[in-house]
């Protein structure tokens, strides 16, 4: 299952702040500035839920009730 | 640097099956059928130079040769 963004529901949420900027590196590494959606590679996982703060299960129920994930593992 | 191959010269190329079929496997796992251009990671090089039959020096000299590389290491 792919591992895709929100970015309009992202921006809303402040403690989100550090998922915000790994998020824009990736945007400027691709130069990919669709802005609604971002899929990122599944071995982003591991570092997405680190900065949520918590191991993966956590991290991905924390992105879940941001409304941040669109479609995740 | 990004490894871009043209499609349209890989097609023509009978030689470069191997390479044909590598494309379309990654075409289908991702459903990208623009046709036209592939950019692959550049973790592919030395996948990709394997199938053309040498080190990567020599493959990226194959694969430039046959007008598949637009852009490349
Ligand atoms: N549709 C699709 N295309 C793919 C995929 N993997 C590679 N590509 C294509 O191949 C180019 C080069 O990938 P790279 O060398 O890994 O170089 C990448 C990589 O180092 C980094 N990057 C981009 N997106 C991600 C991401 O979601 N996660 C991570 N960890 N790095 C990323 O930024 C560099 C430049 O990215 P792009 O400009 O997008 O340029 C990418 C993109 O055009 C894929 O799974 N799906
Ligand atoms: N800008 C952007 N859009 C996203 C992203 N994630 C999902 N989408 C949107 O959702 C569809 C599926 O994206 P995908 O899984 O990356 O699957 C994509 C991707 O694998 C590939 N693709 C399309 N355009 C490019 C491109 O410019 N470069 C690369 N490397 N791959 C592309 O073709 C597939 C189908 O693309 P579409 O029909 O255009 O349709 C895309 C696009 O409308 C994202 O991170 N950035
Ligand atoms: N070796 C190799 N494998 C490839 C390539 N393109 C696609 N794949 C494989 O196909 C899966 C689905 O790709 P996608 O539909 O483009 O869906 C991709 C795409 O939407 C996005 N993505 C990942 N890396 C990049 C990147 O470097 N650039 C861009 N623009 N999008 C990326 O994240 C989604 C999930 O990525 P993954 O979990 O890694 O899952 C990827 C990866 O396992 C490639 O050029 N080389
Ligand atoms: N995951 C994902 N990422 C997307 C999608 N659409 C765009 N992107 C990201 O946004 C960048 C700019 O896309 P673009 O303006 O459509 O302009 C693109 C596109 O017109 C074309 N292009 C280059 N490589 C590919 C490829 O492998 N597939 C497709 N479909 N187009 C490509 O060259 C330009 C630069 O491509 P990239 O270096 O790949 O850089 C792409 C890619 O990183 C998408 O549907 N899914």
Known sequence: KKLV????????????EPVQR???????ARGDFNGRVL???HDDLKAL???VGGDIPTGVAQL???GVLIDGP
């Open 5 to 16: 963004l929100s970015l309009d529901a992202l921006r809303t949420i402040d403690p989100a």
């Open 22 to 28: 790994f998020v824009q590196s990736i945007v400027e």
């Open 39 to 41: 899929s990122l590679r």
């Open 49 to 51: 839920c680190t900065l």
């Open 64 to 66: 879940r009730s941001w």
